[in-house]
């Protein structure tokens, strides 16, 4: 994985100096609050309900095994000894002092980590498929570009106040396991028919109070017009964006208001001015990134393990971690592991600094010291040898580490919701906490099959649900908490944007409702085939909405 | 019936305005009926604001109980009592249990 050069480490260095000292000056009264504000919001440190909140980049989700480490330890000396993995690839932690965020910054920086650009009208952590590098389906590696995006993104002074923030997400298979069209920019990996790599680039994306589909506004841009092409975006975004409104400031609203077709002229017409400047990117250049993500020295293994088979047959818990907690490797012999932090009854996404430590040790021992967090608030191991696949079995299960659910109707994506965070209307934690308790019964829950929950606690959509298969939104309807259901959502490579089904429902009512959902997905569909999100593209409403108010 | 709530600046505890200053128990929140009380509270708030103790200020509506004032709002009891999950080591056990 990249490794800082001089250069990023005396930055990093410089601007945890920086935060010290304007953290000094505001407890010595030199800065007011409204003064301090931006300047904390730029190094991810928020205020909360209940204390300040930091959330660390993690960059395109790719972590090791000391960086793992560092994260529980920050966790257990500075906060209540846990941490929330989000659907950015970052982490969140909820109860540090002001005064200690300098120190918890500078130990972040040993570990060539930090918590820039988190927050603020900038370019945030750009993300990427958590299976990058590893999956069978890859064209190419979409971490390497990620990380010139990061390089060039890093405190660019052109584009450190956008009209509002901008979210970059890229995928290096045409399967999208990125959400990239529900990005401000989804870049998508491909080849031209000379077989030279480069992107399908999607624009205007993105969820909160107006959700969007981003289009596409260019289907083939060669590798080396990476930069000059998003520059010539943002520029334009940055001139046009709306700043009057901040409703109505995100590049999704541009592209809307203004039509691709306009829009597009512009992003050429800039691109074409840029395009063989200091931006365009040498073959060289991209090759010296790409060795920081060179292949780890996988084994010479067969691709079946008779280990494996051994253990499989002899346990069916271990069986069925192994169907919906693993995928294919690109090396023979080995396999992907998504660790499920959605433990029936757990707050999704969080993990203890016990957990982490053992995460950690799990990767230095089986991984090639490879971490990665999905969107979908999972941690993964990227390389394991299918003959270890028992044995970080049971050290994951020692920990609760090992809900057999990666895909399924418990592995839910919640927000931190009204339990933690300053913007929510409506709790997101309890509910798929009892969602998740509902649907505990494995033989129910492989019934069911494929069906991804998604909640958030606010319009804002933190929690994904307009793209939730089912979707849930809590609102706060005259002092009690409503949630509103939506249906159809989905952030893959067919992205579709949930709709909503009929009036909400309580708290008390939500889980039997998302049960009438599911049951009536299993009286209509043609068969166990056929996924629920197959099932609601092919019935429509009518049916649900028969089973929710009928 | 209103209190004075607050986040202290230096770690962002949640407090609220007490006979005694700014204390982190609601039970000990001092409650305030008349307009003038209540300006007088958020007078009071203002000078903490100036002071470096706290921020974001806010005077809340709360119902006196047997134990104390507790906020109307949802939002403001989990201000008060703190999440209403289980977490880190302790949901953790709980899912060992």
């Known amino acids: 994985m990249y490794r800082y050069d ?21 407890l010595s009264g030199e800065l007011s609050e409204d003064e301090f504000k931006p300047l904390r919001l730029m190094n991810g440190v928020y205020l909360q309900l209940h204390a300040y909140m930091l959330r660390v980049a993690i960059p395109y989700g790719t972590l090791n095994s000391r960086q793992m480490r560092m994260l529980g330890h920050i966790a257990d000396k500075y906060d209540k000894g846990y941490g929330h993995f989000t659907t950015r690839q970052n982490i ?15 130990e972040l920086a ?9 927050s603020g009208n900038c370019i945030r952590n750009v993300t990427a498929d958590h299976f990058a590098g590893v999956a069978r389906d890859e064209i190419a590696d979409p971490r390497v570009y990620a990380e010139i995006l990061r390089q060039w993104s890093s405190i660019h002074p052109e584009f450190i106040f956008l009209p509002r923030k901008f979210k970059i997400a890229i995928t290096g298979a045409e399967h999208d396991r990125a ?5 401000d920019i989804g870049l998508q990996l491909k080849k031209n028919e000379a077989g030279e790599i480069g992107f399908a680039v999607h624009v205007g ?9 981003a289009k596409l506004v260019r289907d083939f841009l060669p590798e080396e017009d990476l930069l000059a092409y998003v520059e010539a975006i943002l520029r334009v975004y940055n001139l046009y964006g709306r700043r009057d409104n901040k409703y109505k400031a995100r590049i999704k609203i541009l592209v809307h208001e203004t039509g691709i077709d306009v829009l597009r002229k512009d992003i050429e017409a800039e691109f074409e001015r840029i395009r063989d400047g200091a931006l365009n990117l040498p073959k060289a250049d991209i090759e010296a990134i790409d060795a920081h993500f060179a292949q780890p020295d996988w084994a010479d293994l067969p691709d079946d393990s008779s280990e494996l088979e051994v253990a499989r047959r002899d346990n069916p818990a271990f069986a069925r971690w192994l169907a919906n907690n693993t995928r294919e490797h690109k090396a023979p012999g080995h396999a992907i592991v998504t660790i499920s932090l959605k433990p029936a009854g757990g707050p999704p996404g969080d993990a203890t600094a016990r957990q982490m430590e053992v995460i950690a040790d799990l990767a230095e021992r089986y991984s090639h010291d490879e971490l990665r967090i999905s969107h979908e608030q999972n941690v993964i191991l990227p390389h394991v040898e299918k003959r270890n696949l028992k044995a970080v079995y049971d050290a994951l299960a020692a920990e609760h580490l090992a809900p057999a659910n990666a895909g399924l109707i418990t592995d839910i994506i919640a927000c931190p919701g009204l339990d933690y965070c300053a913007l929510a209307n409506a709790r997101s934690i309890p509910i798929a906490q009892r969602l998740s308790e509902r649907f505990a019964d494995p033989a129910r829950e492989e019934e069911i099959g494929e069906l991804k929950i998604k909640i958030s606690g606010c319009i804002n959509a933190c929690g994904h649900h307009h793209v939730g298969h089912i979707g849930i939104l809590g609102v706060d309807r005259k002092g009690e908490e409503f949630y509103q259901i939506t249906l159809g959502g989905s952030a893959d490579e067919a992205t579709s944007i949930g709709e909503i089904v009929g009036k909400g429902f309580s708290t008390d009512e939500i889980v039997d409702a998302v049960g009438k959902v599911v049951d009536a997905y299993l009286v209509h569909r043609h068969s166990k085939d056929e996924t629920f999100l197959e099932a609601y593209r092919r019935l429509g409403q009518e049916p649900f909405k028969e089973a929710l108010y009928g | 019936m209103k209190i004075i709530t607050a986040n202290r600046l230096s770690d962002g505890a949640v407090v609220y305005l007490a006979a005694e200053g700014w204390l982190t128990e609601i039970t000990h929140a001092a409650v305030l009926n008349a307009h003038d009380a ?9 000078r903490a604001v100036a002071n470096r103790e706290i921020v974001d200020t806010a005077a809340i509506d709360v119902t006196v109980e047997d134990k104390g004032p507790v906020p109307v709002r949802l939002r403001e009891r989990i201000r008060a009592f703190g999440p209403t999950i289980a977490f880190g080591e302790t949901a953790r056990a709980a899912l060992a249990a």
């Open chain 1, 179 to 183: 959400a990239i069209q529900v990005h």
């Open chain 1, 6 to 26: 001089e250069f990023d480490s005396d930055f990093v260095a410089a601007r945890v100096a920086e935060f010290r000292d304007q953290v000094e000056r505001r």
């Open chain 2, 38 to 46: 209540i300006e007088a509270g958020l007078a009071a708030a203002a």
């Open chain 1, 110 to 118: 040993t570990v060539e980590m930090h918590a820039i650009q988190s």
């Open chain 1, 92 to 106: 969140q932690f909820n109860w540090p002092k002001l005064t200690d965020i300098p120190d918890i910054l500078e």
């Open chain 1, 205 to 213: 994306g993105g969820q909160g109070r107006t959700p969007m589909i």
